[in-house]
């Protein structure tokens, strides 16, 4: 089992409906990041957050640090969302450099 | 533009060859990375320069050797590669890196360099 699992790993939507995208951790942490990945590589780091929630547009961030648990929502999606999204965490009992990776989440927005 | 640049973005090399990745970031950072992405895996840290030095090597084998000669240069030299390093190779950069007691801060990425192995 991994130390981060996300869920789904695809996801199909239709463009405005609201999305959730889960990750789940089995270690201790003291940061954790949700980055997006497009077509061709390129990586975009979206949040780091330690607790509650973070917002930025139409994306919203949460963490449950007791549940180790977070989510990443995208409300009034758009196929311009459509992406790869990774949930990694870091620090905490994992040392200062560890950093592990969910598998990734591969959204696709139809128009 | 991110402010992280890679050259080259693709490169197809056999297992005999040697060749070299590079990354530039012109941000201003004292933190660089190396990532290697295989297909249907997760990500993986390669090593971590903290300020030219290197702070982590991610039990990674001899045929990838980094070299950081500035803040803001890193490059990864390969040689005697298998097909299985085939994979997209992600340079990233951060301010100061990771601080005592674990906090880690944002970093940037560059779009990658594909890399095949034949």
């Known amino acids: 089992k991994n130390e981060v699992e996300q869920s789904p790993q695809n996801l199909t939507a239709q463009e405005g409906e609201f999305i959730t995208i889960n990750c789940s951790y089995s270690?201790?942490?003291?940061?954790l990041h949700w980055l997006q990945q497009h077509p061709g590589g390129g990586i975009v780091s979206l949040f780091m957050l330690s607790s509650g929630k973070k917002k930025h547009g139409r994306l919203i961030a949460t963490i449950n640090i007791q549940e180790k648990h977070s989510s990443l929502h995208i409300t009034a999606s758009h196929p311009r969302d459509s992406a790869v999204y990774i949930c990694?965490?870091?620090?905490?009992?994992?040392?200062?450099?560890?950093?592990?990776f969910g598998q990734g989440t591969r959204l696709t927005i139809n128009p | 533009e991110t402010g992280v640049t890679q050259t080259p973005r693709h490169l197809v090399m056999g297992m005999t060859n040697k060749k070299s990745l590079k990354c530039e970031q012109h941000l201003g950072h004292n933190a660089m990375y190396w990532y290697k992405q295989s297909a249907k895996k997760p990500l993986e840290l390669m090593f971590v320069?903290?300020?030219?030095?290197?702070?982590e090597n991610n039990s990674v084998p001899s045929r990838f050797s980094p070299e950081c000669p500035n803040s803001s240069h890193l490059f990864l030299h390969l040689h005697t590669l298998q097909p299985e390093d085939s994979a997209l190779y992600l340079c990233?950069?951060?301010?100061?890196?990771?601080?005592?007691?674990?906090?880690?801060?944002?970093?940037?990425f560059g779009p990658g360099t594909r890399l095949l192995v034949l």
């Open positions: 990233a950069s951060s301010q100061d890196g990771f601080l005592a007691g674990g906090f880690w801060e944002t970093q940037y």
């Open positions: 990694a965490v870091g620090g905490g009992n994992q040392g200062a450099q560890k950093l592990v």
């Open positions: 270690v201790g942490i003291s940061a």
């Open positions: 320069y903290n300020f030219k030095e290197q702070t």
